[in-house]
Every structure is written in C-alpha cells, then in structure tokens.
C-alpha cells in the first residue's frame, strides 16, 4: 500500500452494518489503537443513533480510535467525532459543510469511476471506494478486483481506501495496490 497523503488517517477502518453487526461495541474491544471506526445504523431512528454515536464515542476515545460518523456532520461534532464519512450521494455537499465544520475530517463512498471522480471534485480527505472483492452484503454487484482498482486509486489525487471483501487474504492481494488503506465489516469483526 502506497503512504497516506493524509498522514492523521488511519490505514484500517471499521465500518458498522446495522444489520450485521447491531452492537458495534464488543468489536471495538478488538482494534488496535488508531483504527478509524465508520457509524453507519443509517436506519437507525435519530435517538437511537445518537445514543449508539455517544456509546461509541466514549468507547473510541478511551480505545485511541478514530470514530467517523456517517452521513450527519452534526452528529459527528456533537459527539466530538474525529470525522464523517459521507455516503456517494452527499458527497456533493462536502464543500459547504467543510466550512461548517473545519475540524472534522472527511471521506467519501465511492463505487464506480464516474463516482470517484465526482468524490474528488469535492476533495474529501480520502475516498473509500468498492466493492473490491465479492462482499457478502453487495453479492450480486459486480467487483473492481485490484487491477482495476490500483489503476483507479494510481490515477487519483484523493487517497484511496479500499472496502468490500476485505479479510486477511484479500488485504494481501491489494498488497502494493496504491491502496492508502482498508476498510470492512466482516473482516474485523468479531464474528466475521
């Protein structure tokens, strides 16, 4: 993997599934000082989330992980977030909330080359971009495999994260990939 431009963002990251991963608490027992951890529980109601947000918050600092609150660049302030993640479909509205809240830092979904290159319009602090590999929550999609992916994240001004199908074997593979990072879901957590 190439060298973050980026150097206060983590190089592994964690990103919560609602549906597979309810409690994301355990699993934060588990990472290794400085991985960022991605809040997702879109579907979550607002109180519930937040609730979950201020659990997780408190169990990052105390852990040394970088928490990311998905979508809700408030929230992410609220509790004290180190930054937000944005799915593909805010990421337009980077620009102005960076200003609205200079302090965080930022990614964005990213999941074909139109995508990307409208991500790094709005020059988010990395791109995390899939599905790499076959992903059990993706499964008819179809994959950029890490040819494609290296010549896209080689091409590109924003570092690149790469999500989807990440286990120690596919982390591998991306060896050298100009790859600034990973991320997953079942590759790190607990029952995964």
């Known amino acids: 993997m190439r060298a973050r431009a980026h150097a206060c963002l983590p190089g592994l990251f964690l990103m919560t599934d609602a549906d597979r991963m309810r409690d994301p608490l355990p699993v934060l027992e588990t990472l290794a000082a400085g991985t960022g951890v991605i809040l997702r529980h879109y579907e979550w109601p607002r109180a519930q989330r937040e609730s979950l947000a201020r659990a997780v918050a408190i169990r990052c600092a105390s852990r040394r992980l970088r928490l990311f609150i998905a979508a809700d660049p408030y929230l992410a302030q609220r509790v004290g977030a180190f930054g937000c993640h944005l799915p593909e479909r805010l990421g337009g509205k980077l620009p102005a909330w960076r200003r609205l ?44 495999g890490v040819l494609r992916f290296e010549a896209w994240a080689r091409r590109s001004s924003v570092p690149v994260i790469a999500l989807g199908g990440i286990t120690g074997h596919t982390a591998r593979r991306l060896a050298g990939s100009h790859a600034a990072g990973l991320a997953a879901i079942s590759g790190l957590s607990v029952n995964g």
């Open 101 to 144: 809240f200079p302090r965080l830092r930022w990614t964005i979904a990213a999941h074909g080359e139109k995508s990307m290159i409208r991500a790094r319009t709005s020059a988010p602090d990395a791109i995390i971009l899939s599905p790499v590999f076959t992903t059990r929550s993706h499964k008819s999609a179809r994959t950029l």
